[in-house]
Every structure is written in C-alpha cells, then in structure tokens.
C-alpha cells in the first residue's frame, strides 16, 4: 500500500515511524498484555506516559518552572470559551487582535463572557508591529491567533503588551519554530496539526492566570482542575496523548524545535519560491507575514484550480484544496510533512504549469 503525501491543514500527516511504532505496541503495549486504549487512565504505565508526554513538552519548548503544561479536550475551539470564563471577572473585559477567520471565532466566544475590544488589521495580510499603547490599559488579557490556518500569515514579531498578559492560539504552528514561552501568558493549541491526533488539547498557563475563574465557572471549564489533578480529574483522551507523547519523541529525535524550524524553512522556502517564480500561481501574503505552515496559493480561475487539483490528487497529493472559505489551493507542510513531498508538489507545479504553456 502506498502513502499518499497529505497536504491537509488538520487533522493532518504524522510522522511514519510514530505510525508504526504506535502499530507496533497496538496489541501488546509494553508487556501490559493491552492496547494503551484499554488501559486505565489511573494505571501506572498511562501515568508514565503522560508524564513523559509533560516533561518533553516542556523541555521541547524549554518552559520555565511558573508554568503549568495541562491536558484537555474540546479542541482550540473550547479554549475559546475557556480563556475568557477563567480571565474575566465582572465587568472585566479583554482587546483581541483579528487576523483572520479563527481569531473571529474566538471573539465571538469572549463576547459572551466580557467586554472585548477588537484590533482589526487595516490590510488583509499585513499584519503589524504592536507595542503597549495599542492596548486598553484596563484589559485583563491580550488574545492572538499566532499563525492562521485559512490565510496564511503569521506574526513577525509578537505583540509586546507591556503588563498585559498575551494569550496565543498556536494550534496551526506550535513546534515548528522557536518561541520564548515566558513571553506568553497563556499558549494553547489542538493537537491535530503539529503534535498527534485530534482529541487533545494543549495549554500552557503561566502559574498567576491559574485560580482566576469565578465559582460560576463550570469544573472542567476551569483551569485549576486540570492543574490540580495532573489533567486526571475525569478520563482524559488516553490514545491521543500516547500518540502526542511518540509525536513529542519523535521531535526531539529530529533536533527538537530547531531541527524543525529548519526543515520547515528549507520547506516552506521551496514552495514560495516555485510561486513566486511562476506567472501561473500566486500568494497574496507580503514576504515577512508568510506562514511556514499554511501556504494558501491559486491561479486565480477557478476551472483551472479545479483541474490542478484533480490532477494532484490523480498523483498522490492529498488535502490540497483551499478553506472553503477562500477557495484554490492550500498546502500545510506541518513538521511531520517530508522534504520530498515539497519537492514532488513543486515539480508537478512546474509541470502543470509548463503543460500550459
Ligand atoms: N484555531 C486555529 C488557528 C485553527 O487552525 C483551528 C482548526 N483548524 C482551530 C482554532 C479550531 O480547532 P479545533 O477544531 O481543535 O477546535
């Protein structure tokens, strides 16, 4: 059976010896004579993975002590509600910058908690340089979605919000380049792009945002618990974190967060240069907001995306098709995307486009 090369933005490509490593240890898991999906969460061999999955999360990412790394479901989309349920007390409010289609759906959330001020982008993809008096000095939190999925841009620079806690969405790009995490209040992301499979969510939380959330606040909507109770108050997604924790092996193995900016530049890199280099196909992102995950690209009519992407696909590139929302074509090259499977999109590119006279 061939493996196809999965351009998808989510659920998205793992890596392949994670794959058969996770097939390897299906039916017999480490000697317990079980799959990691028919073991109880409260077993020590479950807690041993959880904890390993913790302890390379945080030194992948190199997290500083006063932060706590917990496990929960939901997607991105619930810490869209969790954060400000957890943040904003009465009358409280936050400023959240809109760069594209997920930071609009976390707003939508915020507003029915709080008081939100939005920061909207005068261009579409140019995304500028914040600096404190951006902000409303009352604002509990500054919200940002760090890399966007459907448009394809990313900060150049993060926000500085001076005394203001800064909140960042990286479902799309945690892993794939450098952060300093201390910069950050609070990070979260779904698992489903850059570390395993869908089913788990990913916060890490500076330890003065914990224990905020007002007694309303529903239990496994609060941080606290999950902090309290190692991500172990009720039965977490046992089989997404076992595969999230090879994930995290499997980073670390290939030179962690470096290795990985590194290839996803050499990546990214190939496949902006085939674009800009073609009079067929174009990106509208100025050079520095480009996103090293989410490449958005079309030839601008839609018959003839139609055709590349059927022809695409007739080869074994899978997922190329852009957000409904956007239309033409989109490739994530998320860490676990291959080299080889840039430069084999990029040769049927110039292929396409050559055929085309
Ligand atoms: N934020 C971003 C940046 C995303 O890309 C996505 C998913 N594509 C979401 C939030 C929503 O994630 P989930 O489906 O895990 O709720």
Redesign the pocket.
């Known amino acids: 059976m061939k493996r196809v090369y999965n351009f998808s933005?989510?659920p998205a490509v793992l890596p392949e010896p994670v794959l058969k490593k996770v097939q390897d240890e299906l039916l017999n898991y480490r000697e317990t004579g079980m799959s990691v999906m028919e073991l109880s969460h409260r077993s020590a061999p479950f807690q041993n993975i959880i904890e390993e999955a913790q302890g390379l999360l945080r030194e992948l990412l190199s997290i500083p002590d006063d932060y706590r790394v917990v496990f929960m479901q939901g997607?991105?989309?619930l810490q869209f509600s969790m954060i400000p349920l957890n943040l904003l007390g009465e009358g409280q409010g936050a400023d959240y910058i809109v760069t594209g289609s997920?930071s609009k759906k976390a707003v939508k959330e915020a507003e029915k908690v709080g008081d939100i001020r939005t920061l909207s982008l005068k261009e579409p993809f140019e995304i500028p340089v914040y600096t404190p008096e951006d902000f409303s000095p009352e604002s509990s939190y500054v919200h940002i979605?760090s890399?966007n999925?459907i448009e394809g841009t990313r900060f150049h620079k993060y926000p500085d919000t001076g005394r203001i806690p800064l909140i960042a969405?990286m479902?799309?790009h945690i892993l794939s380049e450098k952060i300093d995490v201390s910069s950050f209040g609070l990070i979260y992301a779904?698992a489903?792009k850059n570390l395993g499979p869908s089913g788990v969510?990913v916060a890490i939380i500076r330890d003065s945002l914990i224990g905020k959330a007002p007694d309303t606040c529903p239990t496994m909507m609060n941080y606290e618990t999950y902090v309290k109770h190692d991500s172990l108050f009720n039965t977490p997604p046992t089989f997404s974190i076992y595969v999230l924790k090879l994930v995290l092996e499997w980073v670390k193995e290939n030179g962690g967060v470096e290795g990985m900016q590194e290839h996803n530049e050499r990546k990214a890199a190939l496949l902006y240069n085939c674009i800009d280099e073609s009079s067929l196909f174009h990106n509208p992102v100025p050079e520095k907001n480009r996103s090293l995950m989410n490449i958005p690209f079309s030839t601008g009519n839609d018959e003839l995306d139609a055709d590349f992407l059927k022809g695409a696909k007739a080869e074994g590139f899978e997922f190329l098709k852009g957000h409904r929302s956007v239309g033409g074509m989109r490739a994530s090259l998320y860490n676990a995307m291959p080299l080889e499977g840039v430069k084999s999109l990029v040769d049927f590119m110039k292929k396409f486009e050559s055929d085309r006279g």
């Open positions: 933005a989510g997607g991105a989309s997920w979605t890399n999925t969405d479902s799309s779904g489903q969510t």
